[in-house]
């Protein structure tokens, strides 16, 4: 199952043909440095490449009226004083004699990559188009777009395919207005959208992109508008409403089909957005989607205009659509006060909607200012001054899966039978006896905790991606395994242990480990801040509590701990159901570049399959509409972000959070 690309050189044929300061950086050269990075990097080779088509007249009017595409259709025989003309009725938007054409290959590629996605020709893709589309309305173009490509693709998706439920995610820097209008109404189509607000001061300036704008009708809750009101938002800001926001809410409508606005004017150097977010996020936001609606993604560009950025952020996107690992997240401090104000605007307004936000804090109105401020002219941003590193190279290891089974266990397919590469240093051989095998020397219990001491020697040099191994003492393994990771290889290991399992004391201590665990035994309160048990009352039969504490405290603690290996404990009869199992695996696999180690108890043969299909980077099945968690679960997991939000910061979700005179009052 592959990765589409969808690109044509003539959508670069149109351009500006007069001086318009607003429409300057909308350029052809988008497009061709987005291209020619995935072609110079491999990517684009590594694609299944899909042709674009024309859309049909019936294409367009899925959303568009007949009167305005009749107009645009005129367009190619008009005189340059014509087209300015036609131009001015429009807001921050050019014509060209050819712009009617690109903008139908432009829709028509988003319906091929849609056709590619859901008759499983490919897993997901991404279509390179100009000109966008979110902007545009159902009579008019606006914001350099002239017909709403992403719309369009909904539209068709639930017409063509009978798709029950659609995630629109608009990353782009801009508010999506015409997507959001086209779907006001319409619960099956879920569309979220971030975007410089700077309350009501910046493009395009309207009352209804503000977080309190939710939908109408039966669609009410089925928009969600995070804007932001100051700029240079950083990777953590955006992480942090991933994490607090749109995936507990995307878990809990469970898309059939991910759409993604993918503008790439949201990454630092652009002069629009004025973010700070590295191109490396986009791995992240990619990869955090990837196990929604069985990896169904497609991603469509919308805006991105500083080139050096667009042409990065979109090979993060792509390689990350691949498969490749992601790379380690690049310097992630809290979210910002700004940030957490619009978080926390965004939750509490949808708190009646979603069941996984009912417990987010009722706002209190009068600490956050989200009025309409009119704010001081600011100077020109210039782009030359802003700069940040080149993205690492990122590579996927020969080996993406290896695994340690008895030798009853058949080894699955596409896996690597894990064998010593070299004989163990002595020296190791003997504290392993020394510290693991005092009482029975036993020569099976050797070579198990040896192939794993070096699996993980071999994860570290980026040999291998990830591990499984069947083992019949789960503590001592993963024992063996954290001591030498943390105390051997000096690294930061995240374990993740889903069932009981007494951990002992020293583990946590020197903040080389961090243990989260679901355990099924209510325990006294931790007071270590790297050992965080969690219990849910009725152990793992309720998934959407399961889930809460993945997004909400897991992945935000992954984060921000940076672990450069995760493992991943399974204790035998967790009684957590192989979707939930899957869907932790795969995204547990954001952090330490995909290292991750899943260690099992050798009863749990039935297991194996669907680890390692996670491993493996096949996407999780879903989970199906998730219910309200318990809230005596929903009280406990917030008592625990409560202890833990001064140290974490990216348990932080609410205004209150930062504290009234703390450091951060920019
Ligand atoms: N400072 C997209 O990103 N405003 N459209 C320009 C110049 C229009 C953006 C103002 C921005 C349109 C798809
Ligand atoms: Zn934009």
């Given at each position: 199952?592959?990765?589409?690309?969808?690109?044509?050189?003539?959508?670069?044929?149109?351009?500006?043909?007069?001086?318009?300061?607003?429409?300057?950086?909308?350029?052809?050269?988008?497009?061709?440095?987005?291209?020619?990075?995935?072609?110079?990097?491999?990517?684009?080779?590594?694609?299944?490449?899909?042709?674009?088509?024309?859309?049909?007249?019936?294409?367009?009017?899925?959303?568009?009226?007949?009167?305005?595409?009749?107009?645009?259709?005129?367009?190619?025989?008009?005189?340059?004083?014509?087209?300015?003309?036609?131009?001015?009725?429009?807001?921050?938007?050019?014509?060209?004699?050819?712009?009617?054409?690109?903008?139908m290959l432009a829709a028509g590629a988003a319906l091929q990559l849609v056709d590619s996605v859901m008759t499983g020709k490919v897993r997901n893709g991404m279509a390179l188009v100009r000109p966008p589309g979110h902007h545009s309305m159902r009579s008019a173009a606006n914001g350099f777009c002239v017909f709403n490509?992403?719309?369009?693709?909904?539209?068709?998706?639930?017409?063509?395919?009978?798709?029950?439920?659609?995630?629109?995610?608009?990353?782009?820097?801009?508010?999506?207005?015409?997507?959001?209008?086209?779907?006001?109404?319409?619960?099956?189509?879920?569309?979220?959208?971030?975007?410089?607000?700077?309350?009501?001061?910046?493009?395009?300036?309207?009352?209804?992109?503000?977080?309190?704008?939710?939908?109408?009708?039966?669609?009410?809750?089925?928009?969600?508008?995070?804007?932001?009101?100051?700029?240079?938002?950083?990777?953590?800001?955006?992480?942090?409403?991933?994490?607090?926001?749109?995936?507990?809410?995307?878990?809990?409508?469970?898309?059939?089909?991910?759409?993604?606005?993918?503008?790439?004017?949201?990454?630092?150097?652009?002069?629009?957005?004025?973010?700070?977010?590295?191109?490396?996020?986009?791995?992240?936001?990619?990869?955090?989607?990837?196990?929604?609606?069985?990896?169904?993604?497609?991603?469509?560009?919308?805006?991105?205009?500083n080139l050096t950025s667009l042409a990065q952020s979109v090979c993060q996107t792509v390689q990350t659509l691949l498969g490749d690992p992601a790379p380690r997240p690049v310097k992630l401090e809290g979210p910002c006060r700004s940030a957490l104000e619009s978080l926390h605007c965004v939750r509490s307004a949808h708190?009646?909607?979603?069941?996984?936000?009912?417990?987010?804090?009722?706002?209190?109105?009068?600490?956050?200012?989200?009025?309409?401020?009119?704010?001081?002219?600011?100077?020109?941003?210039?782009?030359?001054?802003?700069?940040?590193?080149?993205?690492?190279?990122?590579?996927?290891?020969?080996?993406?899966?290896?695994?340690?089974?008895?030798?009853?266990?058949?080894?699955?397919?596409?896996?690597?039978?894990?064998?010593?590469?070299?004989?163990?240093?002595?020296?190791?051989?003997?504290?392993?006896?020394?510290?693991?095998?005092?009482?029975?020397?036993?020569?099976?219990?050797?070579?198990?905790?040896?192939?794993?001491?070096?699996?993980?020697?071999?994860?570290?040099?980026?040999?291998?991606?990830?591990?499984?191994?069947?083992?019949?003492?789960?503590?001592?393994?993963?024992?063996?395994?954290?001591?030498?990771?943390?105390?051997?290889?000096?690294?930061?290991?995240?374990?993740?242990?889903?069932?009981?399992?007494?951990?002992?004391?020293?583990?946590?201590?020197?903040?080389?480990?961090?243990?989260?665990?679901?355990?099924?035994?209510?325990?006294?309160?931790?007071?270590?801040?790297?050992?965080?048990?969690?219990?849910?009352?009725?152990?793992?039969?309720?998934?959407?509590?399961?889930?809460?504490?993945?997004?909400?405290?897991?992945?935000?603690?992954?984060?921000?701990?940076?672990?450069?290996?995760?493992?991943?404990?399974?204790?035998?009869?967790?009684?957590?159901?192989?979707?939930?199992?899957?869907?932790?695996?795969?995204?547990?696999?954001?952090?330490?570049?995909?290292?991750?180690?899943?260690?099992?108890?050798?009863?749990?043969?039935?297991?194996?399959?669907?680890?390692?299909?996670?491993?493996?980077?096949?996407?999780?099945?879903?989970?199906?509409?998730?219910?309200?968690?318990?809230?005596?679960?929903?009280?406990?997991?917030?008592?625990?972000?409560?202890?833990?939000?001064?140290?974490?910061?990216?348990?932080?979700?609410?205004?209150?959070?930062?504290?009234?005179?703390?450091?951060?009052?920019?």
């Amino acid at each position: 199952m592959g990765t589409a690309l969808i690109y044509d050189e003539e959508m670069t044929k149109y351009k500006l043909l007069w001086v318009d300061p607003m429409c300057k950086i909308e350029v052809p050269e988008r497009l061709t440095v987005s291209h020619e990075a995935l072609v110079k990097s491999g990517l684009a080779d590594r694609c299944v490449s899909v042709p674009v088509r024309k859309a049909t007249d019936a294409d367009i009017l899925l959303v568009h009226s007949e009167e305005y595409l009749e107009a645009v259709k005129k367009t190619p025989y008009m005189t340059l004083e014509e087209l300015k003309d036609f131009t001015l009725q429009y807001g921050d938007v050019y014509f060209h004699p050819n712009i009617y054409h690109c903008a139908m290959l432009a829709a028509g590629a988003a319906l091929q990559l849609v056709d590619s996605v859901m008759t499983g020709k490919v897993r997901n893709g991404m279509a390179l188009v100009r000109p966008p589309g979110h902007h545009s309305m159902r009579s008019a173009a606006n914001g350099f777009c002239v017909f709403n490509n992403v719309a369009i693709a909904a539209q068709y998706a639930k017409q063509q395919y009978g798709v029950k439920r659609v995630l629109i995610v608009d990353w782009d820097v801009h508010h999506g207005q015409g997507v959001q209008y086209c779907f006001e109404d319409d619960p099956s189509v879920l569309y979220f959208s971030w975007h410089r607000y700077e309350h009501q001061n910046f493009w395009p300036k309207l009352r209804e992109s503000d977080f309190d704008s939710v939908g109408k009708e039966k669609g009410a809750g089925f928009t969600i508008n995070v804007p932001w009101n100051k700029v240079e938002m950083q990777n953590s800001d955006y992480l942090s409403v991933f994490c607090h926001l749109l995936l507990p809410v995307a878990y809990e409508f469970c898309p059939d089909l991910v759409l993604v606005c993918a503008g790439f004017d949201s990454a630092i150097g652009d002069p629009e957005g004025e973010m700070c977010a590295t191109p490396d996020i986009f791995a992240h936001l990619t990869h955090l989607l990837m196990n929604l609606a069985g990896g169904k993604l497609c991603a469509v560009l919308e805006g991105g205009y500083n080139l050096t950025s667009l042409a990065q952020s979109v090979c993060q996107t792509v390689q990350t659509l691949l498969g490749d690992p992601a790379p380690r997240p690049v310097k992630l401090e809290g979210p910002c006060r700004s940030a957490l104000e619009s978080l926390h605007c965004v939750r509490s307004a949808h708190r009646q909607y979603w069941s996984c936000l009912k417990h987010a804090a009722d706002l209190p109105t009068s600490d956050i200012s989200t009025k309409h401020l009119k704010l001081a002219d600011e100077d020109e941003y210039s782009d030359d001054e802003t700069e940040w590193p080149e993205p690492v190279k990122r590579f996927a290891p020969a080996v993406r899966a290896a695994v340690v089974l008895p030798d009853a266990v058949a080894c699955p397919d596409r896996c690597h039978p894990f064998t010593l590469s070299e004989d163990l240093d002595p020296f190791i051989v003997n504290k392993l006896k020394e510290n693991f095998l005092k009482e029975a020397d036993d020569g099976d219990a050797l070579s198990t905790l040896s192939r794993l001491i070096n699996l993980v020697e071999r994860m570290e040099k980026n040999e291998i991606c990830s591990g499984l191994a069947l083992v019949p003492e789960i503590s001592m393994a993963t024992m063996c395994v954290i001591q030498h990771a943390a105390s051997a290889l000096r690294n930061r290991v995240l374990v993740v242990c889903v069932g009981d399992w007494n951990v002992p004391s020293q583990v946590t201590e020197d903040g080389k480990t961090l243990v989260l665990q679901f355990s099924n035994k209510e325990s006294e309160e931790s007071k270590s801040r790297y050992y965080i048990p969690v219990h849910l009352k009725k152990g793992f039969s309720d998934v959407s509590g399961f889930i809460q504490v993945v997004m909400g405290l897991l992945l935000p603690l992954g984060y921000e701990y940076d672990p450069s290996l995760v493992v991943l404990v399974r204790m035998s009869d967790s009684g957590l159901c192989d979707s939930a199992w899957q869907q932790l695996t795969g995204l547990l696999q954001g952090l330490a570049q995909g290292h991750t180690l899943v260690l099992m108890q050798d009863n749990e043969k039935e297991c194996v399959g669907p680890t390692v299909s996670s491993l493996l980077g096949n996407p999780a099945p879903s989970l199906g509409p998730l219910l309200a968690p318990l809230s005596e679960d929903v009280e406990s997991v917030e008592k625990l972000r409560d202890r833990l939000k001064a140290e974490w910061k990216l348990l932080q979700n609410t205004a209150q959070d930062k504290g009234r005179d703390a450091e951060d009052q920019s």
